[in-house]
């Protein structure tokens, strides 16, 4: 079966009054799909949620949602009309309404209400709680029902902005699971605004990672970490370091680490100057390797541990390790690089090379 579209974004430009945040924005979910927009604070991703939801006209371009334009410059489809759910960071349940009733309240004219209440409350293991208010249940309870409410009136398409950022650790980790399980076991079709990685990464199929109100690349997550088309989308999604090289041939590239073969060919000169990304799961430990390197920092992880490496240039990258082998601060090991899928982006005259990097994620430039 062909996959459907629901959602489309053509050319979506859209922000406040007359200042545009976001511009140039295209992307395509299917039917049954979890998307998802990453970004740093104020790239615009609960802006282009906004938009979505119909609380925002859009400036230029139109959104799609199933075979009806839903907005476009000069035309705003209400947002209640538009079956669309929402769930916010801050669950804005009705305080004086019982669990039970806060889910009824968008079908409360439906004739089997009771019944639908009963199973959502099943679905979000809040069947005991449901005679309950909202100050009575804790923040991972009151998502539920959140969650819950948004799906009653069965939604072509639910909008969850940040639902996660409230709790804690463990907490946000096992409800964003829980999340996917229920989206996908109801097959509704949904976009999730976050700016943690590994949130977007668990629940989605598909994520569009924001720079500055342009997305940079909407793709799955494992084309992200292993095929980032731009030095941004390398650097916000997941861990590692440049290492400045020379393209040799077509698939290779000569570095202080050695030439690094990759799976795939650069079609750039020969000799190019090229920024190689090695992440710390492309540092192999290789005892028998003539190349080694220091061990500057370490950070135990449990089942590995992540080694802060410094080349004998002085350079340094990260390698993660199997933890059952434990070596010391100051110790020499010896790595190679095994990197299939090799990230690699011109050198020289690339905007990359000056531009600044989130905290997290890749350093641009491996230094001491
Ligand atoms: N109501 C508003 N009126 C004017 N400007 C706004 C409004 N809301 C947000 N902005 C601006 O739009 C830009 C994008 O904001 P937006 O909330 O979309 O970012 P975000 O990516 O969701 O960030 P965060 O992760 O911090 O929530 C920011 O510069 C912000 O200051």
């Known amino acids: 079966m062909n996959a459907q579209p629901l959602l489309t974004l053509r050319q979506l430009a859209c922000g406040y009054g007359g200042q545009r945040v976001v511009e140039h924005l295209n992307l395509h979910l299917e039917r049954g799909d979890i998307g998802c927009l990453l970004g740093p604070s104020g790239c615009g991703k609960t802006t282009t ?27 705003t489809l209400a947002p209640e009309r538009r079956r669309i759910g929402m ?21 409360r004219k439906h004739a089997h209400v009771q019944r639908i209440v009963a199973e959502l409350l099943e679905l979000v293991h809040l069947a005991p709680l449901s005679k309950r208010y909202p100050h009575e249940l804790s923040g991972g309870q009151q998502q539920r029902v959140a969650l819950a409410r948004a799906l009653a009136p069965e939604p072509d398409l639910l909008l969850l ?14 409800l964003s699971h829980e999340v996917r399980d229920i989206l996908k076991f109801r097959g509704t079709s949904a976009i999730l605004v976050t700016h943690d990685q590994e949130e977007a990464f668990s629940v989605s199929d598909q994520v569009g990672v924001f720079r500055d109100g342009r997305l940079e690349q909407w793709d799955t997550p494992y084309n992200l970490y292993h095929e980032p ?4 989308v390398a650097s916000f999604v997941g861990q590692g370091y440049f290492i400045r090289g020379q393209l040799i041939a077509p698939q290779k590239v000569q570095t202080e ?45 449990g089942a590995s541990t992540l080694y802060r490496l410094q080349l004998p240039t002085g350079n ?35 905007v990359a090379a000056h531009e600044t990097l989130p905290e997290a994620g890749v350093r641009r430039f491996s230094s001491i």
């Open 49 to 75: 949620l906004r938009a979505i939801a119909g609380f925002e006209p859009v400036h230029e371009g139109e959104i799609q949602l199933a075979d009806r334009i839903i907005s476009r410059s000069g035309f």
């Open 87 to 107: 769930v916010f960071q801050d669950y804005a349940l009705f305080p004086h309404l019982t669990v039970a009733d806060n889910v009824a309240f968008g079908i």
């Open 161 to 174: 902005d940040e639902p996660f950022s409230n709790l804690d650790g463990e907490l946000r980790r096992r």
């Open 229 to 232: 088309l731009t030095p941004f």
């Open 257 to 301: 680490l050695g030439v690094i073969q990759g799976n795939r060919a650069f079609n750039w000169p020969t000799g190019s100057s090229v920024d190689v990304l090695l992440r710390p799961d492309d540092i192999v430990y290789a005892p028998e390797s003539a190349l080694k390197a220091t061990i500057v920092g370490k950070t135990f992880l």
């Open 316 to 350: 340094q990258l990260e390698g993660i390790f199997p933890s059952h082998a434990d070596y010391r601060t100051g110790e020499q090991v010896g790595i190679r690089v095994a990197a299939d899928h090799l990230v690699v982006f011109p050198a020289l005259g690339s």
